[in-house]
């Protein structure tokens, strides 16, 4: 038999934000296509997840194997003085129900493989080891795309809707210049992997650290199953570079040296695998839509991975992206004005998180100053940190802003109309 090449929706990648969404669209019975250039199970960054992230992995069905997984269960954040000095960890169960109290610490070959199966049992397609190439398009409509597989193989598959889920290689922005960089987020980080290095007791084995270096650098301490910790400095670019050092690794154990807590961790460990090394942070799209096109999870944002906001936006993004084309093809009306309230929605979280990020990094803030001042407002800096982000933060912002300079928000995230597509569905 011919195989198909007509779906209602494709979605470019199968990472959380494309399997959450095809899962979705085919939960509703929609014929979903998710293309990937990858062979799951594979290497990902990325491994800490927000409590709120609980809430799509619920709609996702995925809890229950979540509780049954390896990860590693996260009840805690704390954060590391560059004096070594740890404060006291911060646990999720101190504001909230038992639901979200408790998250996890994912290794993201087994999380996505997880999501991505997920999406199958539901009935998506799944094409692994094939990469999207480009866009077909009708004047101004994407109408679908034209992939290459691992042998070679050119194919062309077609949808009223495309769903860019491509992650930080951006498909459809990079290709439609919509790429919006955030200078002032322009960090670069290094990272590796340790066999056996040392975890704290307890509740706080699994707590996220967060552990400061001078100029406003930091260190992410996660612990993960299987007796290993990914860990990774965050800096300038021109920082971490300082001295015309290049290598990674030479960074990467120079940076140690920065911050006792996180040398005396690692003493005991065995660093294992690459040193990796990545830059060009944080970008915003310009549109969250186009005609027959969507931007999902990180293809849409990426923000700097401080406060580990990006799973939860991917797998929110994804379910609120499917429930959006659901809407619209049940309406017959795929027309990108119906994405502008995806568009709006995500944007106002990803504006709170990106304030709380740019106050991170302005050496006139600290989180202990902003809440001995104003302690009524502890409880709002706990929601967008735990990946509440959709709240109305005007009295945290305004605290914030006491202490640290807060950016306007980006002009971005707005659909780019054109003519109305009607769905033929069957
Ligand atoms: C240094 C660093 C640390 C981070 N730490 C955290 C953290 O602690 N917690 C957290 O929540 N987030 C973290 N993140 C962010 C997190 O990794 C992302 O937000 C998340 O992976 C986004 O999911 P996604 O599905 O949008 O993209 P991805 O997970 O990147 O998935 C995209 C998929 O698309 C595929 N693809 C790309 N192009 C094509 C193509 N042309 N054709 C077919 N397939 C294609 C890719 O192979 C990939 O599988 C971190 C990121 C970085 C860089």
């Given at each position: ?7 209602e929706a494709?979605t470019i ?5 494309g399997?959450s ?7 509703k019975?929609?014929r979903?296509?998710?293309l990937?250039?990858e062979?799951?199970?594979?290497y990902h ?5 927000l409590p709120f992230t609980?809430?799509?992995l619920r ?21 590391v003085?560059?004096s070594?000095?740890?404060s006291?960890?911060f ?5 909230y129900?038992?639901d979200?109290a408790?998250?996890w ?5 087994e ?6 199966n ?11 080891e094939?990469a999207v ?6 004047g ?9 597989n691992k ?6 598959y077609?949808?009223p809707?495309?769903?860019d ?7 459809a ?11 002032m987020l322009n960090?670069a980080a290094?990272?590796t ?6 975890r704290?007791e307890g509740?706080?084995a699994?707590a996220?650290?967060?552990?400061f270096?001078p100029?406003?650098g ?11 910790v ?9 920082y971490?570079s300082?001295d015309?050092?290049?290598?990674p ?9 920065q ?8 003493a ?6 690459p ?6 942070y ?7 839509a186009s ?7 990180d ?11 990006g ?10 992206a ?13 027309s990108?004005?119906r994405?502008a309230?995806?568009g ?15 106050a991170?990094y ?7 100053k902003?809440?001995?001042r104003?302690?009524e407002?502890?409880g ?13 933060f005007?009295?945290?912002?305004k605290a914030?802003?006491e202490?640290a ?8 995230g ?6 109305n597509?009607?769905?033929q569905r069957?």
């Amino acid at each position: 038999m011919a195989e198909k090449t007509e779906f209602e929706a494709i979605t470019i990648g199968g990472g959380p934000a494309g399997a959450s969404a095809a899962a979705i669209l085919a939960e509703k019975g929609h014929r979903v296509l998710v293309l990937e250039r990858e062979k799951f199970p594979r290497y990902h960054i990325g491994e800490s997840l927000l409590p709120f992230t609980n809430h799509p992995l619920r709609r996702l069905g995925l809890i229950d194997r979540m509780r049954q997984s390896s990860f590693v269960k996260k009840y805690s954040v704390q954060f590391v003085a560059p004096s070594g000095k740890a404060s006291q960890p911060f646990y999720f169960s101190s504001r909230y129900d038992a639901d979200i109290a408790q998250t996890w610490q994912v290794l993201r070959s087994e999380f996505d493989l997880m999501v991505l199966n997920n999406a199958r049992e539901k009935g998506a397609v799944v094409h692994e080891e094939t990469a999207v190439k480009e866009f077909l398009r009708d004047g101004d409509r994407v109408v679908g795309v034209r992939t290459e597989n691992k042998a070679g193989e050119i194919r062309d598959y077609t949808a009223p809707i495309t769903l860019d889920c491509s992650g930080r290689d951006a498909f459809a922005a990079v290709r439609n210049r919509w790429r919006l960089g955030d200078p002032m987020l322009n960090k670069a980080a290094v990272w590796t992997y340790y066999q056996g290095a040392a975890r704290d007791e307890g509740l706080d084995a699994g707590a996220t650290t967060v552990a400061f270096i001078p100029e406003r650098g930091w260190f992410w301490y996660i612990p993960l199953h299987d007796d290993r910790v990914s860990v990774g400095v965050v800096a300038e670019g021109k920082y971490l570079s300082r001295d015309g050092v290049r290598d990674p690794g030479e960074i990467f154990r120079r940076e140690i040296t920065q911050n006792p807590w996180i040398e005396e961790h690692l003493a005991c460990g065995q660093q294992t695998g690459p040193y990796y090394i990545t830059g060009e942070y944080s970008y915003h799209a310009r549109h969250c839509a186009s005609p027959g096109l969507l931007l999902v999870g990180d293809a849409l944002c990426f923000l700097d991975p401080v406060f580990s906001s990006g799973l939860m936006l991917a797998l929110k993004s994804g379910v609120m992206a499917a429930d959006a084309v659901h809407e619209a093809m049940e309406a017959g009306d795929l027309s990108p004005s119906r994405f502008a309230s995806y568009g709006a929605a995500l944007r106002t979280g990803i504006e709170n998180m990106r304030k709380l990020v740019y106050a991170f990094y302005d050496p006139k803030f600290s989180f202990k100053k902003l809440t001995d001042r104003f302690p009524e407002i502890a409880g709002d800096v706990t929601d967008c940190l735990s990946g509440d982000v959709d709240k109305d933060f005007t009295d945290l912002f305004k605290a914030v802003s006491e202490f640290a300079e807060l950016p306007d928000p980006l002009p971005v995230g707005e659909p780019l109309t054109g003519e109305n597509l009607v769905l033929q569905r069957g």
